[in-house]
């Protein structure tokens, strides 16, 4: 799983997407700076064909750096523009300059309007690719009108353009395959880094003369953590598998339902071992809980892919088994 472009999105990340830019950008800070260093780096056109200008590499390849950019909170959705060129570059469409965030889901026309609610980084992308009854379409963020959606931090918010500013790119794929496939891989890295701050709290916070993380109970705590941690881990790599630097669809399903079925019980779990001190706004762990459970719902939760793989596994008329290995084998 190691790998020199891993190993150099984690470097990159470290230095410019620290939880300080973080905490500014959900304060209203530009997210620009940080995106450039990762836009001049290459990491946004990995997955686009070496005939197109970019690195040529398949999905397996990227994960490395989609996991850096969870573990980092990487402020600007870097595995949706990644995957979104890689997807515009293949139907021949130009790719846009800057973030690109995938939003298959919540947006529709209305009149002479495109309207979105809880619209994924458009606090923070250049552009948001829409699909709007069946359709693909283009929606530059600086042409947008966005508010705050509620929610303390969030990247997300409501939004409208004018229909002539939005752009039909005609019928697509799908694009929540490109999400769930995007936030399989985000979650994961976010997970692992919600592990390793909890193994930390628990090895030097002491109670009755020793630490925390030496009480059998919150071994066991931690172990069901580390557990769900490595199954979305797993899940991740299901997700990152498939052909031409795009994910096949149900092992895109799986790989998300799973994941966002970890989620709250790794948030859950990390909160119960650190008390209080994990909600407060100087401690980081509340920044990945809170984009956590964000995630979670974002492109479809655990019960919406489920209800997806049933369908698809009913439609097939296979046995259960049958099903499940050749799903796998990415033949489903």
Request: proline share 5%; charged share 15%; hydrophobic share 50%.
């Amino acid at each position: 799983m190691d790998s020199l472009l891993g190993d150099a999105a984690e470097r990159l990340f470290a230095q410019t997407c620290t939880p300080a830019v973080m905490r500014g950008i959900e304060q209203g800070q530009p997210a620009a700076p940080a995106w450039q260093a990762c836009e001049d780096a290459g990491f946004a056109d990995a997955l686009v064909p070496e005939t197109l200008g970019g690195a040529g590499l398949d999905l397996p390849e990227a994960l490395p750096v989609v996991l850096a950019a969870g573990r980092h909170l990487c402020p600007y959705p870097i595995a949706h523009t990644m995957l979104a060129r890689a997807w515009l570059a293949r139907l021949g469409r130009p790719r846009p300059a800057g973030s690109i965030a995938l939003a298959p889901h919540g947006l529709a026309i209305q009149g002479k309007r495109v309207t979105g609610a809880s619209v994924p980084w458009i606090r923070a992308a250049d552009h948001i690719l829409a699909q709007i009854n069946g359709q693909v379409w283009l929606l530059a963020t600086s042409a947008g009108h966005a508010q705050p959606n509620g929610v303390h931090g969030s990247l997300d918010g409501d939004a409208w353009w004018a229909l002539a500013d939005a752009q039909c790119l005609g019928n697509g794929s799908p694009l929540d395959e490109l999400a769930a496939t995007a936030y399989a891989g985000l979650m994961a890295g976010a997970m692992e880094r919600v592990l390793t701050l909890t193994l930390d709290y628990a090895n030097t916070r002491a109670q009755f003369g020793k630490p925390i993380g030496r009480f059998q109970a919150v071994q066991q705590q931690i172990s069901v953590m580390a557990e769900q941690v490595w199954a979305a881990r797993m899940a991740a790599q299901l997700a990152f598998q498939g052909h031409g630097g795009l994910p096949q669809a149900m092992l895109a399903a799986m790989g998300k339902a799973r994941a966002s079925q970890a989620a709250p019980m790794v948030a859950d779990i990390a909160h119960a071992m650190h008390g209080a001190i994990g909600i407060t706004a100087e401690y980081d762990l509340q920044l990945y809980t809170r984009r956590l459970r964000e995630w979670r719902l974002a492109g479809g939760s655990e019960s919406h892919w489920h209800e997806r793989i049933g369908a698809h596994a009913l439609g097939s008329g296979a046995a259960a088994l049958t099903y499940l290995r050749t799903a796998l084998c990415g033949a489903a």
